[in-house]
């Protein structure tokens, strides 16, 4: 059973950063692609980033290209967000996803394995 558990979640001030990790159980880390999502209540799942199972290939939502960056450490069984130049509007409660695709999707309901999220809030 593969098992995601994300931390780095909490109150930041906006234009503040934070970093995102998401440790993945299991020795087949390395053959899944990583996507992070966000959501608020009452609003559907919003893809921000997908890396690839080797991390040659990474792919960001269009509202967070240039401030948000994924990436991923297959010795330690963790993927990252770093967001930079956070809003308030980017208070959600964030989920990493694992998808035993190479390449990931943006579609969340590509992926196999949910976290179960990590809350970040943006004072304004």
């Known amino acids: 059973q593969v098992q995601l558990v994300e931390s780095g979640g909490g109150l930041v001030q906006s234009g503040g950063s934070l970093r995102l990790s998401c440790a993945v159980s299991?020795?087949?880390?390395?053959?899944?692609?990583m996507g992070w999502f966000r959501q608020a209540p009452v609003k559907e799942r919003e893809f921000l980033a997908r890396?690839?199972?080797?991390?040659?290939?990474?792919d960001n939502a269009d509202t967070v290209k240039g401030r948000f960056t994924i990436s991923r450490d297959n010795a330690k069984n963790t993927a990252y967000l770093q967001m930079t130049s956070l809003k308030p509007e980017a208070t959600d409660v964030y989920y990493c996803?694992?998808?035993?695709?190479?390449?990931?999707?943006?579609?969340?309901?590509?992926?196999?394995?949910w976290g179960r999220g990590t809350q970040v809030t943006v004072s304004a």
């Open positions: 996803a694992a998808d035993r695709s190479v390449r990931g999707d943006a579609i969340s309901d590509s992926y196999d394995y």
């Open positions: 299991g020795r087949t880390f390395g053959s899944y692609a």
């Open positions: 890396i690839s199972s080797s991390g040659g290939i990474t």
